[in-house]
């Protein structure tokens, strides 16, 4: 029995059958009289002045006019007052009939208008009803399109992982080969954007699970399978959190409890899938596989963009986008499968395999021969043969599709980096005057509200640019829109950063941003603008003017100025496949030279002044550097020796510096931004290279107390812990954590931390146009370890103490390795062999503009480093700089990190504090072997074919993070002193 809420005197004549056809011709009219008012008095004459059979041939006709080329049918419910005036029960259901006769296979998108979920269901209910006879009944306008989702081959399948389908989803994945166009994963930061989101819980249960864990991905569609148990609760607001938390534009909610985990539910979900292969539409596909136990609240941008055939369209103006002296590689199964009947495929050239190196392309194509095809050519093919695909397996056209969508993804990327520069992040500040808006190119005034605007866009005389542009044009091109975060900060002015958004289109400005406030004193304005994109900073500028009384003459005020101050990405084409961040800080300068921390997290941004930061920074360097002189007292165990007393020390600078940085502001954020805890992933930006802050050292337990009893112990599973990567929750460091010490409290091995140091005052190094640091960008995501290697030494290091890591590395690696004994040889090497591995244990000599590095007894100076000392060409390399204060924190002169980023090292592994040369030198062969076992099990996976992911194959950060919990399990407490400096994203 079906509830028919407020239509029982209306519909009493009907049997639930007819009900539902009677209610579907009352809802289709009705959109149909909102769309064209001028009926409505026709509607009335109609009912007034004609019989039965005039009225349902009217209505009829009129709803068959009404349906859209793609049988989409508008559906509305109807007000009270209209259903007093609404035509008869009957006359409806037999007009929905008349309409049957003449068209089939509708699909019914309801306009709700935002009414009760509680009224509305039990009429979507009978709309499914298989007398209405409809393909579909979704309900279109439950969340606003704005250009934030995408779908792409291959699509995604995905589950949380506390979710008890993950286990499933895992074992599916060992299954799939490329290039099948869907995959079923677990959700993690390394999959930012996903297509289709899977929760087994209700929708209550899934959106309280969101709101207090978040989730690591964002989804297109969320899926929720046990059912919409929403009780007392809001079942609208339900619906808009599950799609806010995952920044989706459609949910389908199963109407009852579907069981979760099983093998009928996994292979429910890859019908789903099939169904969506096969070409069918996302509303279309539904009720092929959940019958009518669903309800689907789907916007009209999700449906075209899930819908296979549009895959094509966009694929055929992705290639004839391309230059015609472009070529893609595929295989003779996919250009069989694509290219129309008339193309001779046999007279393309044929290609040699790749190599077993090149994993990704690799992995995504079909097995079979190869040839290079033009990709106009191939545009033309596909645009002539289109409507002849059948869509009848899986392995046909559409996997064919995502070979060609993922060579044309490998094309576009190594090109963006080549394409102009021609968007600028831009300002303008605005103030009322008598009611209109005026622009304030020269200064502001204090007490006088402002109105500031930033946005991303090309050049225009009523903006003010900054003077290097945006590199928005390396922005992924299969991505329409990208969502940024812009904070706005001025120290003196403000009392908190103001947080907004921008949407950047592919071409074209984005939307503008807006921030009100009043400058409050007399000072010189340093405004910073930062843009974020998924937690990390990618562009910093300073807005500079100055603010002064509205009585002071304007003439020797300098105008208002932009300047770049740290852009910390220059390619973007791969956006779209980048890791989430949980925060990021940009640590700089006020104007009065104070230092400041400002923290953006989630939606929310802070500042702090660190000017009461030294003391413990000052502390934790200093014991660290004790310890660098009796290296014996420390390497007989984790547990033994001093290694309690320097951990419990350490524990309680490092609760210091939590409570500085983190307990008045991060704790605050478990709403809408960083849950302390949970959060695995920190960006920090250094504008200035004596702004290094040793987040590393932060204690996040509650610290130990001072050990004057002898009270104090290591966690009994401390070393369990460290293998483990996470803390048992019922370990006695927890239970009783005054009395404990864990070295799972320490940021340094609980988070990957992301550095990057970058300084406008020093300049572009050589004159050079560009400075181009290395980061993971198109094909180039790997860093490439089995390609030669050098290494140097320091004479404070002896040759016996370095020698077991040559020949470690020797023995592991095919290329040569090779030992520099001076800068010279070092230069040599580079230039002639592009290492790809640079291992150095130099020694930190002079001060600020004169620092230097000694290797082999021979000092050189590393300010404004030439590149042939890092990297001239090819791959770039990875540098473990580790010497003695080489970052130095305490001496307040972190250049030489800058310098080998601005050289081409792709990361640099550094230290950041004092480390005695030959304590250096088992951190490094430690760190080595960990990277490299990690590294040659990739190879082994791109030799055997396997997919990347498969096995979960780990970015640079985490690890290092796995590197350095093993030297520590090795009695290797100096392993805390070491930081990572670039992008936390390549992959080993």
Request: glycine residues 6%.
């Amino acid at each position: 029995m079906i509830g028919r809420n407020h239509f029982a005197a209306w519909s009493i004549e009907l049997d639930d059958a007819r009900f539902g056809q009677a209610i579907a011709a009352l809802g289709a009219l009705y959109a149909i009289l909102r769309h064209t008012p001028g009926l409505g008095p026709e509607l009335q004459h109609l009912l007034a002045r004609t019989g039965f059979e005039q009225q349902v041939d009217w209505i009829g006709r009129m709803i068959v006019g009404a349906r859209s080329d793609d049988a989409i049918l508008e559906w509305r419910l109807p007000t009270v007052r209209e259903l007093e005036q609404a035509p008869s029960a009957s006359v409806l259901a037999e007009s929905w009939k008349r309409f049957l006769e003449t068209v089939r296979g509708s699909r019914l998108a309801v306009i709700s208008q935002r009414r009760s979920l509680q009224r509305l269901l039990p009429l979507i209910q009978a709309l499914q009803q298989p007398e209405v006879e409809v393909g579909s009944v979704f309900v279109a306008d439950a969340f606003m399109a704005d250009g934030r989702i995408d779908w792409q081959l291959p699509f995604h399948f995905a589950a949380l992982a506390d979710d008890p389908l993950a286990d499933a989803f895992m074992g599916f994945r060992a299954n799939w080969r490329p290039p099948w166009p869907y995959r079923f994963v677990v959700a993690d930061r390394a999959l930012p954007r996903l297509e289709v989101m899977v929760f087994s819980g209700s929708l209550a249960q899934t959106a309280a699970r969101l709101l207090s864990k978040g989730s690591p991905s964002r989804a297109a569609l969320a899926v929720i399978l046990g059912g919409m148990d929403t009780g007392k609760q809001d079942a609208e607001t339900l619906l808009q959190v599950v799609a806010r938390e995952v920044s989706a534009e459609g949910v389908v909610c199963l109407t009852s409890m579907m069981s979760s985990g099983s093998a009928s539910t996994t292979q429910d979900l890859i019908r789903l899938a099939d169904e969506l292969t096969h070409n069918r539409p996302l509303d279309l596909a539904l009720p092929q596989v959940f019958g009518q136990n669903f309800a689907a609240f789907l916007s009209r941008d999700l449906l075209r963009l899930s819908h296979l055939a549009h895959a094509v369209d966009r694929l055929q103006a992705g290639l004839e986008a391309l230059p015609d002296e472009a070529a893609l590689e595929l295989t003779e199964r996919s250009l069989g499968q694509l290219m129309a009947d008339s193309v001779n495929v046999d007279a393309l050239e044929i290609v040699e395999p790749r190599d077993a190196g090149a994993a990704p392309p690799a992995a995504a194509r079909m097995p079979g021969a190869v040839r290079r095809v033009p990709p106009k050519m191939l545009a033309k093919s596909i645009a002539n043969a289109k409507e002849s695909y059948r869509y009848y397996r899986e392995s046909d056209e559409a996997s064919s599709l995502t070979e060609v969508t993922h060579e044309l993804r490998t094309y576009e990327a190594k090109r963006a980096a080549d394409q102009p520069e021609t968007r600028f992040i831009q300002h303008g500040f605005w103030h009322q005057v008598e009611g209109r808006l005026l622009e304030e190119r020269r200064r502001l005034v204090v007490g006088l509200p402002m109105l500031l605007r930033v946005r991303i866009g090309p050049p225009e005389a009523q903006w003010q640019s900054a003077p290097e542009a945006f590199p928005a044009h390396e922005l992924p091109p299969n991505r329409r829109r990208h969502r940024l975060q812009v904070v706005f900060h001025e120290p003196t002015q403000l009392d908190a950063p103001m947080v907004g958004e921008l949407m950047l289109p592919r071409s074209g400005p984005s939307n503008v941003a807006e921030f009100v406030f009043t400058p409050r004193v007399p000072a010189a304005f340093q405004g910073r603008i930062t843009v974020l994109h998924r937690g990390r900073v990618l562009q910093t500028v300073l807005v500079h003017a100055r603010v002064t009384l509205s009585t002071d003459p304007v003439d020797n005020v300098p105008p208002i100025s932009q300047q770049i101050e740290a852009r910390v990405r220059d390619h973007w084409n791969d956006l779209g496949a980048r890791q989430r961040f949980d925060a990021s800080f940009v640590l700089n300068h006020t104007v009065e030279e104070r230092p400041l921390l400002t923290g953006i997290s989630g939606k929310r941004a802070w500042a702090t002044d660190l000017g009461g930061i030294r003391e413990p920074i000052d502390s934790i360097n200093q014991l660290l550097s004790d310890v660098a002189h009796s290296v014996d007292d420390y390497n007989k165990g984790l547990t033994k020796g001093d290694n309690l007393a320097l951990f419990i020390k350490l524990a309680r600078l490092g609760a210091d510096l939590y409570s500085v940085l983190v307990s008045d502001h991060l704790q605050q954020l478990r709403s809408g931004g960083m849950d302390v805890e949970e959060a695995t992933h920190i960006q920090i930006v250094s504008t200035r290279a004596d702004a290094v802050v040793p987040f590393e050292f932060i204690y996040q337990y509650e610290p130990p107390d001072p050990d004057s009893d002898g009270g104090v112990k290591f966690c009994p599973n401390a070393l369990e812990a460290l293998e483990k990567g996470a803390c048992p929750g019922n370990c006695d460091g927890q239970k009783s954590p005054r009395r404990h010490v864990c070295p799972m409290g320490f940021w340094s091995l609980r988070k990957v931390i992301e550095r990057h140091i970058y300084s406008p005052a020093i300049g572009k190094p050589n004159d050079a146009e560009v400075i181009v640091q290395a980061e993971p960008a198109g094909d180039r995501i790997r860093l490439q370890l089995d390609r030669a290697t050098l290494v140097g030494y320091s004479q404070e290091v002896k040759a016996r103490e370095v020698s077991p890591l040559i020949r470690a590395l020797k023995a592991r690696l095919k290329e040569p390795v090779q030992v520099a004994k001076n800068w010279v040889e070092w230069k040599n090497n580079v230039t002639s062999k592009g290492p790809t591995l640079l291992v150095v244990f130099p020694h930190n000599t002079g001060e600020k503009q004169d620092i230097a590095l000694e290797i082999g007894g021979v000092e050189f100076k590393t300010l404004r480093l030439p590149r042939e000392y890092v990297h001239v060409e090819g791959p770039y390399p990875l540098v473990l700089l580790l010497g003695c204060d080489v970052a130095s924190t305490a001496q307040q002169y972190a250049n030489h990190i800058r310098y080998f980023r601005q050289a081409g090292a792709a990361v640099i592994v550094s230290t950041i504090a004092t480390v005695f040369g030959p304590h250096a030198v088992k951190v490094g062969q430690k760190l080595l072997d960990s990277l490299l076992t990690i590294h040659e099990q990739s190879i082994r996976n791109a030799e055997a074919g396997r997919p990347p992911g498969l096995d979960k194959e780990p970015c640079i950060g985490e690890a290092l993070r796995e590197a350095k919990r093993q030297a520590l399990r090795d009695s290797l407490p100096m392993a805390l002193c070491v930081v990572a400096f670039g992008d936390a994203d390549w992959r080993l």
